[in-house]
């Protein structure tokens, strides 16, 4: 089943609240609660529109919670369950009630039955949540049976063979024999570290090598390890792993392992195979002297570090070190995958330096233009996406402490990030440019907080335009649900905050819009990367990255943005002048 609300979803409940069971618009607005309420209706007269009646306003919080319409537990939705409820005839309430029954309690008159009912825990695709939405008629999308299988991350799975992956580029083919000839040499000579631009397929190079080179190992007890900074980074290396292995057409089955996320392993569980680890976990059983870690480190055949410019942090170190204590100074082959596009060399050389490794990047003959422009070319050949800038003056200015702005990460704090979210002068023109962006072209969103990007959200729903939030709390049954209908089609508008950097895979976006300021060009490039993919990787030719600039006054450094002159085409366009239906939102 499919585990997005289609339209005749969102029609047939909005027929049944409204019509059937006429719920009151009280009951709505404290839904989504009354301050939101008032804040979202102010924010459409600015753009001229009336506020949401009781039919809009329900049809606006369907698209915005989705299968999780009636789940959770604040008062509004209990209170809503508990309305919903009180409409059944009594038969159906007692017998709904004796199916799910309050334990070690008995309840015989219906009136009391209600609010035990209407607490009662919201397990999504529980037994409780498909009787409720059963009795009342809603569709069963609404008690969340419909979330896919395959989005459960078993710690240990096993992958079969097998699976057509398409062929490797030239370049990529090139960059693929570089590498095991480096794997084919002794020592410390086997380290390197892989070049290439964000959407040059550095995942897939890297993963087709390495397991042509250690397939054998693997049914030796031998272990790859691959380390990322983040789980979406390691979901998208076991994809690419899995996918690959499937490719080949190898007799035996590959183990994959999850140590991230808290995952545990047991002794019993290892035989060799591809562990898939965060760099944290790693750092927290390095320093615990975690047996399991011991084990696949003593029997480990490589290690890929997957965004090796942060691996000249200390936790790297703490695991290097744990690994020469029990192997010995020569270690295992070491592989760092960076792209670089935005950075200087500078920066490439220091990990070439830190692991004695080679520096392998494509080496393009017969082509002069690829040395002196290799992004060019890579867009020139259809590899990579032609990116178009914009820089959307907003005309607001914003005084910055020194304090603002993080040293260490080079980030702007969330002092300043949370002053620009609740500027709604500049949330209004926000708004604006994106209902200018054509209907069903995909487009990611990178908000100042998750508040904010919770409020542009609901408001792009208001409006008529699918858009959903994802925030590192979301749970990742519901991110991977959100992601699938974006890929989809199925949702415009994906806005984030401090998630969707790396490890996110939707080839087909066509605009970026960034709302948030950052001068750290690693975490620009990684936010632009996503949607650099170009036609031959089943991208797109054109994708638009629109940042909005404000005057930020006292900011030491410059905006990453500012530091990729001549990596695109740019443009520029400018809000300076502000409708007078605007300084309704401004006088609070």
Not at 109 to 129: D, H, R
Not at 416 to 433: H, S, W
Request: hydrophobic share 40%.
């Amino acid at each position: 089943m499919k585990a997005f609300l289609s339209e005749i979803d969102v029609q047939i409940c909005l027929d049944l609240l409204i019509n059937k069971y006429k719920v009151p618009d009280k009951i709505m607005k404290k839904v989504i609660g009354q301050k939101n309420y008032n804040r979202l209706n102010k924010f459409l007269l600015s753009l001229g529109k009336n506020a949401l009646d009781l039919t809009e306003l329900t049809k606006m919080i369907l698209h915005e919670k989705g299968v999780y319409f009636f789940s959770g537990s604040d008062d509004g939705i209990r209170e809503l369950r508990k309305y919903l409820l009180r409409q059944l005839d009594t038969d159906e309430l007692v017998a709904l009630y004796e199916r799910n029954p309050t334990a070690n309690k008995t309840i015989t008159s219906p009136t009391y039955m209600l609010t035990p009912l209407s607490t009662k825990k919201w397990m999504m695709g529980g037994v409780w949540p498909r009787d409720f939405v059963r009795t009342l008629g809603f569709p069963m999308i609404f008690s969340g049976i419909s979330v896919p299988k395959e989005t459960t991350t078993e710690t240990v799975i096993d992958v079969e063979a097998r699976k057509t992956v398409p062929p490797l580029a030239d370049f990529q083919k090139d960059l693929k024999e570089e590498m095991l000839r480096v794997l084919s040499l002794e020592g410390e000579h086997t380290r390197c570290v892989v070049t290439l631009p964000t959407g040059g397929g550095k995942t897939r190079v890297a993963v087709e090598s390495y397991i042509e080179w250690m397939h054998a190992g693997f049914s030796q007890g031998k272990y790859l390890i691959w380390i990322a900074q983040n789980e979406e980074l390691c979901e998208q290396a076991i994809s690419c792993i899995s996918d690959m292995w499937q490719e080949k057409e190898y007799p035996e089955s590959l183990r994959i392992y999850r140590y991230f996320g808290g995952n545990k392993l047991t002794d019993q569980q290892l035989i060799g195979g591809a562990v898939i680890a965060s760099i944290q976990q790693l750092y927290a059983r390095a320093n615990s002297d975690d047996p399991i870690l011991e084990e696949i480190l003593r029997h480990c055949g490589a290690m890929i570090i997957d965004e090796a410019h942060h691996a000249v942090a200390p936790m790297y170190n703490v695991l290097l070190e744990k690994a020469e204590d029990i192997c010995g100074p020569s270690l295992f082959p070491i592989c760092g995958l960076t792209a670089t596009p935005g950075r200087s060399d500078g920066e490439t050389i220091k990990l070439v330096d830190k692991f004695q490794a080679y520096l392998l990047q494509p080496n393009i003959t017969g082509e002069s233009s690829y040395a002196d422009n290799p992004l060019a070319y890579f867009r020139k050949e259809g590899y990579l996406a032609k990116p178009r800038h914009i820089v959307y003056d907003s005309g607001r200015s914003f005084e910055v402490d020194e304090q603002q702005v993080e040293a260490d990460e080079d980030r702007i704090n969330a002092a300043l990030l949370n002053e620009l979210a609740t500027d709604e002068a500049r949330n209004y023109q926000i708004i604006k440019r994106l209902l200018d962006i054509p209907s069903g072209a995909p487009t990611l969103v990178y908000a100042c907080t998750v508040e904010h990007a919770m409020f542009l959200s609901t408001t792009m729903n208001a409006m008529g335009r699918k858009a959903a939030t994802i925030s590192a709390s979301t749970p990742k049954v519901t991110r991977r649900m959100y992601i699938d209908a974006f890929q989809r089609g199925e949702i415009e508008f994906l806005f984030n905050y401090g998630v969707l950097t790396t490890g996110f895979d939707a080839p087909q976006t066509s605009y970026i819009v960034i709302c948030r300021p950052t001068t750290s060009v690693i975490l620009y490039e990684q936010i632009v990367g996503r949607g650099l993919r170009g036609p031959k990787f089943g991208g797109t030719e054109y994708c638009t990255i629109i940042d909005f600039a404000d005057n930020l006054l006292r900011l030491g450094k410059p905006l990453a943005y500012a530091r990729f002159s001549g990596f695109w085409e740019s443009l520029s366009e400018t809000e300076a002048v502000f409708p007078d239906r605007l300084q309704v939102l401004c006088t609070n």
